[in-house]
């Protein structure tokens, strides 16, 4: 029996991806984009030569062109279909692909119905020249709804390159979503790498001690109750929240950056936060999950 032609085109474009994350949140408003532009940052920064990729699927809130600072970009067509916007410019490893690169004005609302979004899902998937990476992080909006359902339906066929991460915050009602967002990823056969709780405490601008503002550990006891991979909490971090607002307006260092192992002004940027480096061990810990060293880890002797 002949494939389907569209599965087709997925698994064509996608031969030379080597592992594609999926972050999930079971609710809004957990920074789930900030986790996203993060990891993509962190993997970019593990290696001179790794080739990220990031799909921002949250088709009716696109936030990573922004946060990336290439909002404004424009998508160019070529005869081997659409070239993602390289956030680091010359460097050309960290491709970016939005529908909000397709807007005419940045303002506009998209109103799409599940057949539409699930069409630009699928072009965003077997059109775009993602060429070789050896990362595709894919931002989901929140909740498990048809984007999610499109998109594994679309990568069925390189399932076994799948995996997860769930992003949620201390609060009990984000983590009773974040059960629902778990449950989800156990309906659908979708491993998951581990749990992130996103905004537990605060970071001070002045001296960069972490408060307990909020409730905090939420995160930590659903994984180990769940048998999860706990892989870290992220406080709020005012430093990152005005680096990745503004990250446009900085847009034109980037332009400066000629050598492909330098890092681009936002990378640069970014690890001057407190964030960036409690986030080399969440990366750290994805990373021993994806390649199965911290299974053998956690076997202990």
Known sequence: ????????????????????????????????????????????????????????????????????????HGVHQSSDGWVPVYADGPSARLACMSVGFLLKNKGDSVVWRGPKKNGMIRQFLSDVRWGELDYLVIDTP?????????????????????????????????????????????????????????????????????????????GEDMARREQLTFLGSLPVDTELV????AAAEHDAEKSAMTSGTEPFALLSRYEKTSSAKLFKGIVSRALGKLTGEHAVEEAGP
């Open 242 to 245: 005005t680096l990745l607002d």
């Open 1 to 72: 029996m002949a494939n389907d032609p569209q599965e087709t085109g997925v698994t064509k474009r996608l031969r030379s991806v080597k592992n594609v994350i999926i972050v999930l949140s079971g609710k809004g408003g957990v920074g789930k984009s900030s986790v996203t532009t993060q990891l993509a940052l962190n993997l970019y920064a593990s290696s001179p030569t790794a080739r990220v990729g990031i799909l921002d699927v949250d088709l009716t809130g696109p936030s990573i062109p922004r946060m990336l600072g290439v909002d404004g």
């Open 142 to 218: 929140p909740g498990t709804s048809d984007e999610h359902l499109s998109l594994l339906e679309h990568l069925g066929p390189v399932h076994a390159r799948l995996s997860s991460v769930i992003v949620t915050t201390p609060q009990a009602v984000a983590l009773l979503d974040a059960m629902k967002c778990l449950s989800f990823t156990r309906a659908v056969n979708l491993p998951v790498l581990g749990l992130i709780e996103n905004m537990s405490g605060y970071v001070c601008p002045c001296c960069g001690e972490i408060s307990n503002v909020f409730s905090t550990g939420g």
